[in-house]
Each structure stands twice: as structure tokens, then as C-alpha cells.
């Protein structure tokens, strides 16, 4: 089975036990590769689920057509789209054994519908053996419209009136309308209002498993998401949406119901929010909002490092320079270092990097970081003389680095170096506990005049003693030996010849 033969499986059904050992057999034979052995989904979902999926449960009918002829094209399940093909199985699978799968499906996993007969896919290949093409989603669904539960369920709405830059207490306040949400979407259309005012939403989330959760908030003006009381995203005061968003890290919740609530504030010119939520790992949001985020135009391909091996990246990063070199660690710790300005100049934990644009149409433009608490630490060139950056850091600088190049270590770890002023610099990076990074800088030969080394440059940068420093965003850094200066937001570290220094970052 490919791709769609996952969204097939996804039909299925409640049944005897003789049907359900048999079909268990057989689904793991000819569905699991694609839709997983819990129906979830291969690949981190980038096959359809059959888990808490519409598809399979109700008419028989639809899931029959389905592994009888195959599905093509653009299919929704549970608010995520995959366009992908499934091939036909009908003159593969004979009539029982089509029943045994889909009435395993339509059983397991939480899915419950009444079993399926060797008779009734008898009698569809029957009606349908003059079809030759696969069916499309829009096809099945005028024929077998899917029995779906809304987002959120038992959604209220309460309105209330008011100018605010931040978000009041609603609890202290009286709703100005109440109103039942039938559809379960969290949506300002029904509001009536363009201006100064705010909308509470509370209703019940079911989740499907046990599990990890990230959830997704982004609004114009502000909004906060909590789940069984607790805040789990939020945006602050007060502008536009596509610059305004706030995803949780995954946070570990059981299977079943949960108390949902959304409140949000409109103050002044445009309005919208957006609410999602995913299995922590999945590709794709389900989405709890009127208002989804765009549709990509290129699919994810979310580098993820091997277990004790390193990932690299060679594209267009946002936030750094063209040729930067993009490192994922093992462990949740990434950087991207810069072969302009010779030095890393983000770091961040969580997920590594989106190659999705960049490898499907080697598109212009920069690729953000996937992960999160992403926090840059310098746009300037990382080298100068030491007379120089008792001075403060220069603009420019006489000691003209060069790039030559990079290597990496049997686990990936790389090793980047830089001649300067007649020495070589080895900057190399492995990652530790925390999710940390440890960089190694050594100095070989002894350079023509003494040199500086830019290890960060912000405003905010607090001293917390003599060997260890907390830049905005919370990333400690702690070096083993030496003396760095903090001058003009700039910590500086003079560098001695044939000598190394470890810095070790770490969030707080």
C-alpha cells in the first residue's frame, strides 16, 4: 500500500472476533507500511491516519470503494489535507479478505462501527465494475457524506465590549451576548463588531491518545490558550497576526476530553485568530479556528538528527547571513554558523530545520529555524585585533579572516577554521546535556598581532560572575578559562596564541 492506501485503511470498522485476529493479519501485511500500526499515520503522519478518522466509520460503502479502486487527489482528514495516491487493491484482495481489513480497521484504535461482510464488498465490486479510474474525496463524500464530530465540542461564545491594548480579566467582566457554537469552530464572523471588544471561548477538546501536544496560537490583537486551566500559548498586546504567534512546546496530556478555552481582544484596524493543535513529532495541525494557516507551497522535510549523529544544513537560513552552515544536534540543540562573519549566530532548541522549500524548488529566500527560543548572537564580523576591541567592537577590521572550510568527526560534529593574521582558529562544537552546545576554540601558531574573538553582541547582556553571562531570550554562557570584557553590548574574548577556550551554551 502507498501513501492514500493509508487513507483507505483509514476506513475502519467494528467486528467479530474471528474478523478481527484475521484482519489485524492482513492489515499489517498490505496497510501498516503507510498507515502505521496503530493507524496513526507512517512517518510521523505523513501518511493519513485511520485512528479517530471520519473516513472509515458510517456506510460501509465509502470504505469499500476506496480499497476496491484506489483514491486520488486531495483528501481532509481531521482538519489536515494530504494529496497523495492509493493505489487500487480490488484485483489484488479478494472479497473476505477486504471485509477482515476493514472491519479491523473500523474496530481498533478507539474506532467503533459494525463489521463489514464479504457480501457487502461483493456487492460494490459488483455495482462498480465498470469503474476504471480511482475515486476522488469530493466524489465519496457527495455519495457518502462523513459523519463529523465538530473541533471542539459544546463550544460558547461570550462577547464583551471594551478597548483594550492587553488582555483583561474576564472573569471580572459581564458578557454583552452568549452564544452556543454549533459548528465547534472558534470564528469572529458571528461577533457583529469590527473594534474594542473580546471573545471567551470554552468548550471540550477530545484527544485521540496519550501523548506529547504542541498547540498553535496566533491573533490580531492579542489571545491566550489554556487547557485544563493551563495557559498554554499567548500572544501579547497588540498587532498584526502574521508577525504575532505563540507555539507551546510539547506538553504531555491524556487521551479524552479536556476543558478548552480561547480569549482574545480586538483593539483598533484589522482582526483575526488562529488556533491549532498536533501530536508533538506530526507534520500537519488540526485546526480549532475559522482561520488556518496559508497553505504551503512546497511540502515539510523536517531534518531531524540520527541518534548520536549530527545534521547539516547548507542553505539559506533567516536571521543569519547567505552562507551560513546550519548544525542539528542530537539532543535538541542547533546553530547556524556563519562562513561571512566566522561564527555561529543563532542558536535554538526543539526542531533543527524546514528543508522542505529549499530542496523541493530551490526557491529564493531565507528558512527560519524550525525549533524554539531561537537567539542570535552577533552580525558582525567575529574577528579584530585586540587593540582594537579595547576600544569597543569595530565596524571594520584589519584582520581580514578567511574561510577555509570545515570537517566533521565520525558522529558529524563539525569543526570549522579560519586563517587569521597568520594563525589558524579552530572553532569546533559537540552538544551536551540540557539540550547544551559546547564550543572548542583553538588557536594554532602564534598570529602576527594579538587577536579578539566576538563570542556575542545584544543589548541586555547580563554579567552573572566572572566567567559567565545571560543574553535576552535566556542562553547562558559560561567559558572555562580566560577573560572576557562585556564593553558597549559587546562580550569580547582575547585570544592567546597556541591556546583553547571552551564555551558552553545552555537555556536557563
Not at 180 to 203: A, F
Not at 296 to 319: A, C, D, H, M, Q
Not at 439 to 448: D, E, L, Q, Y
Request: glycine share 10%.
Amino acid at each position: 500500500m502507498t501513501a492514500q492506501t493509508a487513507l483507505l485503511t483509514t476506513l475502519a470498522f467494528v467486528a467479530p472476533v474471528a474478523y478481527a485476529q484475521d484482519g489485524g493479519q492482513l492489515y499489517t501485511t498490505y496497510c501498516a507500511a503507510c498507515h502505521g500500526a496503530q493507524g496513526e499515520g507512517a512517518l510521523a503522519g505523513q501518511f493519513p491516519p485511520l485512528s479517530g478518522s471520519p473516513w472509515p466509520l458510517g456506510v460501509p460503502d465509502r470504505g469499500i470503494k476506496i480499497v476496491l479502486h484506489g483514491l486520488h487527489g486531495e483528501i481532509d482528514v481531521n482538519g489536515k489535507t494530504w494529496n497523495l495516491e492509493m493505489p487500487p487493491q480490488g484485483a489484488a484482495l479478494p472479497d473476505d479478505h477486504i471485509a477482515a481489513i476493514l472491519t479491523y480497521v473500523r474496530s481498533s484504535w478507539g474506532n467503533k462501527a459494525e463489521p463489514i461482510t464479504a457480501a457487502q464488498v461483493k456487492a460494490v465490486r459488483d455495482a462498480t465494475a465498470s469503474r476504471s479510474e480511482a475515486w476522488t474525496a469530493v466524489e465519496l463524500q457527495k455519495l457518502h457524506p462523513l459523519e463529523v464530530k465538530p473541533p471542539i465540542e459544546d463550544l460558547i461564545s461570550y462577547v464583551y465590549d471594551g478597548l483594550w491594548q492587553t488582555l483583561p480579566d474576564f472573569t471580572k467582566l459581564k458578557a454583552a451576548a452568549v452564544e452556543e457554537e454549533h459548528n465547534g469552530l472558534i470564528s469572529l464572523t458571528k461577533t457583529g463588531k469590527k473594534d474594542g471588544y473580546g471573545v471567551v471561548w470554552e468548550g471540550t477538546l477530545q484527544l485521540p491518545v496519550d501523548g506529547d501536544y504542541e498547540f498553535h496560537l496566533a491573533a490580531d490583537d492579542g489571545a491566550r490558550l489554556l487547557l485544563d486551566g493551563r495557559t498554554l500559548a499567548e500572544v501579547v498586546g497588540i498587532g498584526p497576526m502574521e508577525k504575532r504567534e505563540s507555539t507551546s512546546q510539547g506538553i504531555a496530556f491524556t487521551k479524552g476530553p479536556h476543558k478548552l478555552r480561547v480569549e482574545y481582544f480586538e483593539f483598533k484596524g484589522q482582526e483575526g485568530i488562529r488556533v491549532g493543535w498536533r501530536q508533538k513529532g506530526d507534520l500537519n495541525w488540526n485546526w480549532l479556528s475559522e482561520k488556518v494557516a496559508p497553505r504551503r507551497k512546497w511540502p515539510e522535510i523536517l531534518l531531524t538528527p540520527e541518534k548520536g549523529k549530527t545534521s547539516i544544513f547548507r542553505n539559506f537560513i533567516k536571521g543569519t547571513t547567505p552562507r551560513a552552515i546550519g548544525v542539528g544536534f542530537d539532543g535538541g540543540a542547533n546553530l547556524a554558523w556563519s562562513a561571512d562573519h566566522y561564527a555561529p549566530e543563532l542558536v535554538w532548541v526543539g526542531k533543527f530545520i524546514d528543508a522542505g522549500h529549499h530542496w523541493t524548488d530551490r526557491g529564493i529566500g531565507s528558512e527560519p529555524p524550525a525549533g524554539e527560543r531561537v537567539v542570535k548572537l552577533s552580525d558582525a564580523v567575529a574577528f579584530a585585533t585586540a587593540a582594537e576591541a579595547r576600544n569597543g567592537w569595530p565596524t571594520t577590521s584589519k584582520t581580514n579572516p578567511n574561510f577555509q572550510g570545515y570537517q566533521l568527526d565520525p558522529s558529524g560534529h563539525p569543526t570549522f577554521m579560519v586563517a587569521v593574521e597568520g594563525t589558524t582558529v579552530l572553532d569546533a562544537f559537540t552538544p551536551a546535556t540540557g539540550p547544551a552546545i559546547v564550543r572548542t576554540i583553538t588557536v594554532k601558531g602564534k598570529p602576527s598581532e594579538p587577536l579578539a574573538l566576538l563570542l556575542a553582541r545584544a543589548k541586555g547582556i547580563k554579567p552573572l560572575n566572572h566567567r559567565s553571562w545571560e543574553l535576552p531570550g535566556g542562553l547562558i554562557l559560561e567559558l572555562n578559562q580566560g577573560n572576557a570584557i562585556l564593553k558597549d553590548n559587546a562580550l569580547i574574548l582575547e585570544l592567546q596564541s597556541a591556546s583553547s577556550f571552551t564555551v558552553t551554551y545552555r537555556w536557563r
